[in-house]
Nanobody, 121 residues
């Protein structure tokens, strides 16, 4: 069974920084793209940033120039460095990863349990 475990969420003031981590554990062959999504109260879950296995990144317009996604494949971990945080960034942040369990199996999407980020004004 594969698990994604996020950490790093906290309460921070406007303009502050946080670094989220998401580590995959369990038995699997490989991890493809990894990403961070967020969901604020009353809103739909939205993509924040993603990174492919080759290192290509994609960001939501609202976080460009402020957030940086990275990954450490040796540790099966992805990170989200969040700088210049705003109250609008307040949400539960979820990690997502495309995992191939066995060499010739299909890739399956896994989700973490979420970590709360609250930015006070």
């Amino acid at each position: 069974q594969v698990q994604l475990v996020e950490s790093g969420g906290d309460l921070v003031q406007t303009g502050g920084s946080l670094r989220l981590s998401c580590a995959a554990s369990g038995s699997f062959f490989s991890i493809g793209s990894m990403g961070w999504y967020r969901q604020a109260p009353g809103k739909q879950r939205e993509l924040v940033a993603s990174i492919t296995s080759g290192g290509s990144t994609n960001y939501a317009d609202s976080v460009k120039e402020r957030f940086t996604i990275s990954r450490d494949d040796a540790k099966s971990t992805t990170f989200l460095q969040m700088d210049s945080l705003k109250p609008d960034d307040t949400a539960v942040y979820y990690c997502n990863a495309g995992v191939t369990l066995r060499r010739w199996s299909y890739e399956t999407a896994y989700w973490g349990q979420g970590t709360q980020v609250t930015v006070s004004s």
